[in-house]
């Protein structure tokens, strides 16, 4: 067996190295969720694209160099998103829940504020929401964004700053009174 790049032992099958990448695999999927969440606008189809996700990258483990995990998972999702995108832009489908009026009921702790987030995020384009996403709440450099969703730095700082401007002005508190909580 040949050491690979991240230390353990480049051969496929139950190895120490195969069992550590589905552990850093696992570890990712609560950004890869939320990342998936941001692009499909839906928790369900989010779950879906998720599962997309982990399932092409456990299959294409030989291809990974074994240099960046998270950003190598994050270019695979960012993909199939644009993917799941274009189909659905060519393919539109109605949602038979919300046509008879079957959507459950959600109990939140501050459902105004929330729903006004959720209009405001999914208001932006796919575009600028997966750059707005992929900073602001996964943390990643401006040239790693770039380089995930093959665009020059220059578009990810543009459409960052278009995507806060948007959400800015959104989520201004025009016409809403808050209000204070006892103590």
Not at 30 to 47: F, H, I, Q
Not at 78 to 93: D, E, I, K, V
Not at 110 to 135: C, F, H, I, Y
Request: with cysteine; charged share 30%.
């Amino acid at each position: 067996m040949s050491p690979s790049r991240n230390g353990g032992h480049a051969d496929a099958g139950n190895t120490p190295a195969s069992d550590r990448f589905e552990e850093d695999v696992l570890a990712l999927m609560p950004a890869l969720r939320r990342y998936a969440r941001s692009l499909v606008r839906s928790d369900a189809d989010g779950e879906d694209l998720l599962q997309d996700c982990v399932e092409k990258v456990l299959a294409r483990r030989a291809q990974w160099r074994g240099i960046n995990l998270r950003a190598w998972a994050f270019t695979i999702m960012t993909n199939l998103g644009r993917n799941r995108h274009r189909y659905t832009a060519m393919h539109p489908q109605v949602a038979l829940d919300e046509d008879l009026g079957l959507e459950a009921e959600t109990r939140e702790s501050d459902p105004l504020e929330r729903s006004r987030l959720e209009r405001a995020l999914n208001g932006l384009s796919v575009e600028n929401r997966s750059v707005l996403m992929l900073v602001v709440i996964e943390g990643y450099r401006y040239q790693d964004v770039a380089e995930m969703m093959a665009i020059p730095i220059g578009t990810v700082m543009s459409r960052l700053s278009r995507a806060r401007h948007q959400l800015a002005e959104a989520m201004k508190d025009d016409n809403v009174i808050s209000m204070r909580r006892p103590k």
